[in-house]
């Protein structure tokens, strides 16, 4: 008995540490997993804190300008952390040392002139045209400006560790190191100044960016292949803005599918109402790491199976996928649903009023974890404009329909039409899959198989 589970262990080991796409996918899920877990719960935590240091109104404030500078973001790295998740995957595959060198030089360099170019124009423009604004908000909104340039450079590095499959490396500096340093530079404020507002604590979180950003940059250079240091880069810039810039529309056009919600709410309710909604997208996002952590590590595997016109692995990867993430989806949905109460009393009293939007949000999670990773699927085979035009529809339709429910339902009827429009999103995008790559991304087997 003792040997035969002794062998079966020992099978085991070896298939983890196999180079067969499910090898690798179940060792990097669950390294994934376990720092996509830390990264949301650090994420949920960090607020929790945030919102009991600043109060109600002031973290509104915080919450508001950090989504109002999450979009920015996305304009200032021109999609080239997307695209560099596929380009460095590829050329690695394809030991394109001199690429892949002059790919990273290229790419640090014009998303730091581009965010810096975006965070000086949205400070011109708070000058210019915020002089109605809160002050406090205000205030904010310039400290969140100053961050841009290095929230922008930590995405970049952390796709060029998820395009050398360092997909946990990738998530340490920026989703878990980031938001524990923001809460205790805030913290260490509150100590020595005796109170901290949003201003203070958006200071403080941008502290935190060049500390994360430091290691970062130590751990992309711990693991470039030395190849590539040794190689004389080469510049296809024409290529790589061409796949890039498609790219920053789908970037853009998904992040605005999820931030519509916070945006409308602060503008036609007010940032108070935003904060507390804030809650519950917050805690509806432990619902997603499971399928973010099965992503990360299947985006570069699906660019190289795709390069290596393997279809049947590109299947077999996409089914694993889309199980590992319902699965994680049903139970944490069930778990929130449970605690939801309790979890929103941790932020205050006056978050309890979330329990509903959290409840219609954890809905529209679920959808998006049963059909699969329809977006990496298009945006690493080549078809990121096919993605682009799904998203632009359900984007303006998101924000047609979101205007009217937030002013008759308010967090309700913004968690209403965000739950609406996922579904949507991913259903319209599984069709795409299925047309184009002839792959079924979903858990249920619906038409023809792949090959």
Known sequence: MSSSLASLAARGRAWLSGEGVVSVLSRGSVGSLVANGLAALIGVASHMVLARLLGVASFGHYSYVWTVASLLVIVGTLGFDTAQVRF????????????????????????????????????????????????????????????????????????????????????????????????????????VLGSVRAPGAMLATGLALLVALALGQLLVARNLPPAVRAAAPEHDGGEWLRVSLPLLLVAGMRLLMTQTDVLLLGALVGTREAGIYTAAARLGQLITFGQNAANGIAAPLISELHTQEDRAGLQRIVTLTS????????????????????????WGPEFRTALTALVILSAGQVV????????????????????????????????????????????????????????????????????????????????????
């Open 368 to 451: 998006n974890a049963l059909s699969g990773p329809v977006g990496y699927l298009l945006n690493m085979t080549g078809h990121q404009g096919v993605n682009a035009r799904i998203l632009a529809w359900t984007v303006g339709l998101n924000f047609l329909l979101a205007a009217p429910a937030i002013l008759w339902l308010g967090m309700n009827g913004a968690a209403l039409v965000t739950a609406l429009m996922t579904a949507v999103k991913n259903i319209w995008t599984w069709v795409e899959v299925r047309r184009r790559l002839e792959l079924n991304s979903s858990v249920f087997r619906l038409g023809k198989a792949a090959p």
């Open 323 to 346: 199980w590992g993430a319902t699965v994680w989806a049903l139970g944490a949905t069930l778990a929130l649903l449970a605690a939801g109460p309790w979890l929103l009393e941790r």
């Open 88 to 191: 460095v995957a590829a050329y690695r595959v394809a030991e394109r040392w001199p690429a892949l060198a002059g790919l990273l030089r290229f790419g640090n360099r014009l998303v730091l002139a581009a965010a810096t170019a975006v965070a000086a124009l949205a400070a011109l423009g708070v000058w210019a045209f915020g002089q109605g604004l809160d002050p406090e908000l205000r205030l904010t909104l310039w400290a969140g400006f100053l961050a841009l340039p290095g929230m922008a450079l930590l995405g970049l590095q952390g796709a060029v560790l998820q395009g050398l499959r360092r997909v946990v490396l990738s998530k340490i500096p920026d989703v878990l190191l980031r938001p524990l340093l923001a809460v205790g530079f805030t913290g260490l404020a509150l100590l």
